[in-house]
C-alpha cells in the first residue's frame, strides 16, 4: 500500500527556472511531512518540513506548499541550480509513531546549466 | 560534530548466509532508525530502537531484526538472505521525540548473489 505517491519521478529543468514536485498522502494521521535530498552514494538530507497547521513554509530557495482538504503538498525550488541535481523525496509520518517515515518514490532532478 | 556512521560501507554475500550491519549515531542521539532502499520499493521503513527497546517496526518478514546498545549504537542481522535483500540500507538518528530532524548515513550497500 503506497500511502505517499510522487510525481513526477524525473524532471529537468533549466538553470534559473522552477522545479515543482508534487506529492499526495492518504493516511489523514500524518502530521509531519519533510522533504529530503539526496546525492548519488549519500544518505537522504533532509530539505524542509512542514506540519498541517501551515500551508506554506520557505527557506531560503525551498519552498513547501500544503493543501489539507485535498491531502497534497509540494517541494518548490526557486531559481533551481546544477547543484540542486539530486533525487528528493516527499516523506511523512505520525506524531504518536516516532520517527517512522513513509517515503514516496523519488523524484529524480537534473538542472542543465 | 561526527555524522552517523555505518560499517561496512559495501558488502557481498551469498544466499542462505547471514549479516550483520552496524550503525554509529550522532553522540547525544538515542533514536535508530533503518531503512532499506531499493529501486524497485523506494525508501521502506524496517524499524526504530530508542533506549535499547524497539519504538516502531516496519513490514518486513522475521528474518529482519535489530538491537540497540546502551551506548546507542544498533545492528540489524538479517538472516536467511534472500536475493531480493540486495539493497542500500540506511541508519538514521536523532534525540528521540516524535517528527524530529533525521540524520541519515550513507548506508551500507548489501549485495546477495
Known amino acids: 500500500q503506497q500511502q505517499v505517491k510522487q510525481s513526477p519521478q524525473s524532471l529537468i529543468v533549466q538553470k534559473g527556472g522552477i522545479s515543482i514536485i508534487n506529492c499526495a498522502y492518504e493516511n489523514t494521521a500524518f502530521d509531519y511531512f519533510p522533504w529530503y535530498q539526496q546525492f548519488p552514494g549519500k544518505g537522504p538530507a533532509l530539505l524542509i518540513a512542514?506540519?498541517?497547521?501551515?500551508s506554506e513554509k520557505k527557506e531560503g530557495r525551498f519552498t513547501i506548499s500544503f493543501n489539507k482538504s485535498a491531502k497534497q503538498f509540494s517541494l518548490h525550488i526557486m531559481d533551481s541550480q546544477p547543484g540542486d541535481s539530486a533525487t528528493y523525496f516527499c516523506a511523512a509520518s505520525k506524531g504518536n509513531a516516532g520517527n517512522m517515515l513513509t517515503f514516496g518514490g523519488g523524484t529524480r532532478l537534473m538542472v542543465k546549466p | 560534530k561526527a555524522g552517523v556512521t555505518q560499517t561496512p560501507r559495501y558488502l557481498i554475500k551469498t544466499r542462505g548466509q547471514q549479516v550483520t550491519l552496524s550503525c554509529s549515531p550522532i553522540s547525544g542521539h538515542r533514536s535508530v532508525s533503518w531503512y532499506q532502499q531499493t529501486p524497485g520499493q523506494g525508501l521502506q521503513f524496517l524499524f526504530e530502537?530508542?533506549?535499547?527497546?524497539?519504538?516502531n517496526k516496519g513490514n518486513f518478514p522475521g528474518r529482519f531484526s535489530g538491537r540497540q546498545f546502551s551506548n546507542s549504537r544498533s545492528e540489524m542481522n538479517v538472516s536467511t538472505l534472500e536475493l531480493g535483500d540486495s539493497a542500500l540500507y540506511l541508519c538514521a538518528s536523532s534525540f528521540g521525540g516524535a517528527n524530529e530532524k533525521l540524520l541519515f548515513g550513507s548506508g551500507t550497500q548489501l549485495s546477495v548473489l
Open positions: 512542514i506540519r498541517p497547521d501551515v
Open positions: 530502537y530508542f533506549s535499547e527497546t524497539q519504538r
